[in-house]
T-cell receptor, first 115, second 112 residues
Framework: EPEVTQTPSHQVTQMGQEVILRCVPI?????FYWYRQILGQKVEFLVS????????KSEIFDDQFSVERPDGSNFTLKIRSTKLEDSAMYFC?????????????FGSGTQLSVL | QKEVEQNSGPLSVPEGAIASLNCTYS??????FFWYRQYSGKSPELIMF????GDKEDGRFTAQLNKASQYVSLLIRDSQPSDSATYLC????????????FGSGTRLSIRP
């Protein structure tokens, strides 16, 4: 079965540094998402992306965050100046379309630790 | 007001019994409802989805939806130790490419 691939699986960075989390969605999918999950807390929506632009973003997704689809396969999340509270598991997801029953296919996540 | 609410648990159920998980949501415009299972340190995986009022069965799992009460539930019959996980209720709104919002999850523990 096709998979969403995320790299790296673990990322350690110093506070104030920029990080880029990478994702390769399933090839024929059109909708892409980033979610995050702080340890012990719920899965939180960050941003959705369709047709090369942001469809929707949450309050968490402030100016420190950006997303990009630099080529036909990759989908990246950049955090410009990381804070301690950005430490979380970041999940990329994709879906083929926008039907009611369309499910999200999740990657295995990138565990980001900000020191 | 929380958008998707779940009892955090833990819910402890003996092996072979029925586990019942509940969820309420605040947005009446919500269209689709999903149950995901998440093992510790892993990504969510889809168990069931439902978008019409009533029951939907898939193997040992039954999802129930009552839009008037804004209530979704998941029943797991013949519970197995491998069912021990956190179950996430998720809700999708009405617009295309709409975000899916997750509840905080219910921890389920199946005791042998």
């Amino acid at each position: 079965e096709p998979e969403v691939t995320q790299t790296p699986s673990h990322q350690v960075t110093q506070m104030g540094q920029e990080v880029i989390l990478r994702c390769v969605p399933i090839s024929n999918h059109l909708y892409f998402y980033w979610y995050r999950q702080i340890l012990g807390q719920k899965v939180e929506f960050l941003v959705s992306f369709y047709n090369n632009e942001i469809s929707e973003k949450s309050e968490i997704f402030d100016d420190q965050f950006s997303v990009e689809r630099p080529d036909g396969s990759n989908f990246t999340l950049k955090i410009r100046s990381t804070k301690l509270e950005d430490s979380a598991m970041y999940f990329c997801a994709s879906s083929p379309g926008d039907r009611l029953d369309e499910k999200l296919f999740f990657g295995s996540g990138t565990q980001l630790s900000v020191l | 007001q929380k958008e998707v609410e779940q009892n955090s648990g833990p819910l402890s159920v003996p092996e072979g019994a029925i586990a019942s998980l509940n969820c309420t949501y605040s947005d009446r415009g919500s269209q689709s409802f999903f149950w995901y299972r998440q093992y510790s340190g892993k990504s969510p995986e889809l168990i069931m989805f439902i978008y019409s009022n009533g029951d939907k069965e898939d193997g040992r799992f039954t999802a129930q939806l009552n839009k008037a009460s804004q209530y979704v539930s998941l029943l797991i019959r013949d519970s197995q130790p491998s069912d021990s996980a956190t179950y996430l209720c998720a809700v999708k709104g009405y617009s295309s490419a709409s975000k899916i919002i997750f509840g905080s999850g219910t921890r389920l523990s199946i005791r042998p």
